[in-house]
T-cell receptor, first 117, second 113 residues
Framework: GAVVSQHPSWVICKSGTSVKIECRSLDFQATTMFWYRQFPKQSLMLMATSNEGSKATYEQGVEKDKFLINHASLTLSTLTVTSAHPEDSSFYIC?????????????FGPGTRLTVT | GENVEQHPSTLSVQEGDSAVIKCTYSDSASNYFPWYKQELGKRPQLIIDIRSNVGEKKDQRIAVTLNKTAKHFSLHITETQPEDSAVYFCAASRTGGSYIPTFGRGTSLIVHP
């Protein structure tokens, strides 16, 4: 099956600094990737849809200037959390959309746990 | 937009029993319904999915049923084992167009040995 990797798997940063998270499709090309945020014992909250070569589409309530998304190639999308604050601490998961059987399937990365101190 | 409701939020069963998780959706145009299993601290993994042109799909101990008229679909796990313990998410989407799946809130399944 399709493999999606994420780096780093966990990161601790200080308030006010920026953190970049990478999402890679390892054995396929992904024109579309999704970024999710997940709080403990809660569901996946879609933050934005990342499209290769174009601007990301952000969900309502997600600050695009704070969560910068760049999808510069067919195998890499990055999420940069700028001027991080403790409330940004969360589990961030990316996924890639893969064409399958006339439709699409979704494969998730392993997630990145961000802790802002 | 699509709205997916999932029940129950927590399900506790004894090893060997069956477990059923139910989801309803609102958008009649949704035609793809995957189920994901997420173990603690790990990524969600696709375990089974169903498209709107079939009513039931089975893969060993897991099965999914779909009622398009009532707009609900269910996950059935038989002969549960402790390793089935995880959070299960349902989702609904349209396979055409932008394909942005909407997830349910998740069900925490606990299988007691």
């Amino acid at each position: 099956g399709a493999v999606v990797s994420q780096h780093p798997s966990w990161v601790i940063c200080k308030s006010g600094t920026s953190v970049k998270i990478e999402c890679r499709s390892l054995d396929f090309q992904a024109t579309t990737m999704f970024w999710y945020r997940q709080f403990p014992k809660q569901s996946l909250m879609l933050m934005a849809t990342s499209n290769e070569g174009s601007k990301a589409t952000y969900e309502q309530g997600v600050e695009k200037d704070k969560f910068l998304i760049n999808h510069a190639s067919l195998t890499l999308s990055t999420l940069t959390v700028t001027s991080a604050h403790p409330e940004d601490s969360s589990f961030y998961i990316c996924s890639a959309r893969v064409a399958s059987g006339g439709g699409y399937e979704q494969y998730f990365g392993p997630g990145t746990r961000l802790t802002v101190t | 937009g699509e709205n997916v409701e999932q029940h129950p939020s927590t399900l506790s069963v004894q090893e060997g029993d069956s477990a059923v998780i139910k989801c309803t959706y609102s958008d009649s145009a949704s035609n793809y319904f995957p189920w994901y299993k997420q173990e603690l601290g790990k990524r969600p993994q696709l375990i089974i999915d169903i498209r709107s042109n079939v009513g039931e799909k089975k893969d060993q101990r897991i099965a999914v049923t779909l009622n398009k008229t009532a707009k609900h679909f269910s996950l059935h796990i038989t002969e549960t084992q402790p390793e089935d313990s995880a959070v299960y998410f349902c989702a609904a989407s349209r396979t055409g167009g932008s394909y942005i799946p909407t997830f349910g809130r998740g069900t925490s399944l606990i299988v007691h040995p």
